[in-house]
């Protein structure tokens, strides 16, 4: 009884923040207890997913930035207590549907797979099964408290550059989670977080992924938002982060994941022309999830792409640095090549971190993307983080013949100790004109894959020359 009063009085709390008032609470409480009581199959995908959608503006909750609510918050602290309310479901009864085990292997399921039929990675599924996964999740965690205006965060880590102290404090915080390698003070590089590239890609293709091969036959090519800064920032955590495997147990996946699906709608939003995929084989892609009350679900990704209409909004969609240092749009970050080694030392300030990196103006005009592919390379470890240089010249590298292109980490499916990509590998990067130029004169390009030091992980000390290379302008 005391932990219910608890709970109410901080749904309370919550409430008049939100200045709701008791009315609120008494309608918005009941609505939502009986807004799902399926009978069939059908009708429980359109009471859980259907409802939702049509219920439209009129419910529609803000998700914030994590890292700019007070530790004592009463949006912090409710959404505290429904994960621990999920924790110990889980602790019951491990199996139980609505319990954050299950939540998380929901993740594992369909993202550390080889199953060809689940995976959602490496290909356009990948951002649409994320939306829905935190959706539902949200779901599972109002009625968890009871409070259908409690929302999910997102961590704008391009803000926040480490890891926010509302997910540290120790396993008192249902927030926590004492696999993550990195310490409280470890400052992000910012090429791990450069958003340009992926801002400025022009098909949805390059930026989130190609459609999934035919019945398994053929590449699997994910988009630069995965490759880049989606995977370097689950590997710079580590531990349950720098895997697909537990990743879906560790909470500050869902402020990444948030903060994934934000930028999302931020690249929607950044160019007239930026448009999601027309094809129904898209569309009409059927997601498996289970509501709030662990019952099974079927979502359609037509049915995702409204985050509104879904019931939810951001704070904000702006990704440029508070201090004013890179627009994301328009600037790209680029570690220092005198300096790029430098980065194996753990940057214990925003002042060191920007001794290696700097920031260069984009000309948006000349910017272009390729589809870099090259065959199978056997990596010294999994999860693998490099620092990819084109070298033009036949010669020992320099900052005038060997070109910075991007930071990227290969995250391992199933298995860290496999130590193999697939036999053709595919990734994309934002080159320049000058680099155009070359690819399209067909002069020779070597690709140098530098690893970066990430806290916790040793690196070899040589460079992993890629081969047999194509080049393709998308």
């Given at each position: ?7 109410t ?23 939502f ?10 009708d ?24 700019s609510?007070?530790p ?56 649409p ?27 704008d880590w ?27 003070n ?48 689950h ?37 007239e ?9 898209w ?102 983080c490099?620092?990819v ?10 900052p ?27 990734m ?39 081969e ?7």
């Amino acid at each position: 009884m005391k932990h219910h009063s608890d709970i109410t009085y901080k749904r309370r709390s919550f409430l008049k923040k939100m200045s709701l008032g008791s009315f609120g609470l008494t309608a918005l409480s009941t609505g939502f207890a009986t807004s799902c009581k399926p009978e069939s199959k059908k009708d429980l995908v359109l009471g859980s997913v259907a409802q939702a959608i049509q219920s439209g503006s009129s419910s529609v909750i803000t998700r914030k930035n994590i890292a700019s609510l007070a530790p004592n918050d009463p949006e912090l602290q409710l959404l505290k207590d429904a994960v621990d309310i999920m924790r110990k479901r889980s602790e019951k009864w491990p199996l139980d549907p609505a319990g954050w085990s299950e939540n998380g292997a929901l993740h594992t399921k369909f993202c550390a797979t080889i199953e060809f039929s689940y995976q959602v990675h490496y290909s356009w599924f990948v951002w649409p099964w994320h939306r829905a996964y935190l959706w539902t999740l949200e779901k599972k965690l109002q009625h968890a408290v009871r409070e259908p205006k409690l929302a999910l965060h997102y961590w704008d880590w391009t803000k926040h550059p480490k890891i926010p102290e509302q997910y540290q404090g120790g396993l008192n915080n249902p927030l926590y989670n004492d696999t993550r390698l990195v310490k409280s003070n470890d400052i992000i590089p910012f090429d791990f977080m450069n958003l340009g590239p992926a801002f400025r890609a022009k098909k949805f293709s390059t930026y989130g992924g190609y459609p999934f091969p035919n019945k398994g036959q053929g590449p699997q090519i994910d988009g630069i938002a995965e490759q880049s800064f989606h995977n370097n920032i689950h590997n710079w955590i580590g531990g349950e982060m720098a895997g697909f495997v537990a990743a879906g147990y560790d909470p500050i996946f869902y402020g990444h994941h948030g903060n994934c699906d934000r930028f999302w709608q931020a690249w929607l939003n950044a160019n007239e022309f930026h448009q999601n995929p027309s094809d129904s084989e898209w569309l009409e892609k059927v997601f498996y999830f289970t509501d709030e009350k662990g019952k099974p679900i079927e979502i359609k990704i037509k049915d995702l792409l409204d985050t509104e209409k879904l019931g939810y909004r951001f704070a904000d969609l702006d990704f440029n640095s508070e201090d004013g240092i890179y627009n994301s749009l328009e600037d790209k970050i680029i570690p220092s090549y005198d300096l790029v080694k430098a980065s194996n030392i753990y940057n214990a300030s925003i002042e060191e971190e920007r001794k290696v990196q700097r920031i260069e103006k984009v000309d948006l005009a000349n910017a272009s993307h390729v589809l870099l592919k090259f065959q199978r390379a056997q990596l010294p470890y999994m999860p693998y983080c490099s620092r990819v240089f084109f070298l033009f010249e036949e010669a020992k590298p320099n900052p005038e013949n060997c070109k910075y292109i991007g930071t990227f980490t290969i995250l391992p499916i199933v298995s860290a100790e496999q130590g193999k990509l697939e036999k053709d590998v595919y990734m994309h990067v934002e080159i320049t004109s000058v680099i155009r130029n070359q690819i399209q004169s067909k002069k020779n390009i070597k690709v140098f894959f530098e690893p970066v030091q990430v806290r916790g992980r040793n690196i070899p000390d040589t460079t992993l020359q890629i081969e047999n290379i194509t080049f393709t302008l998308v």
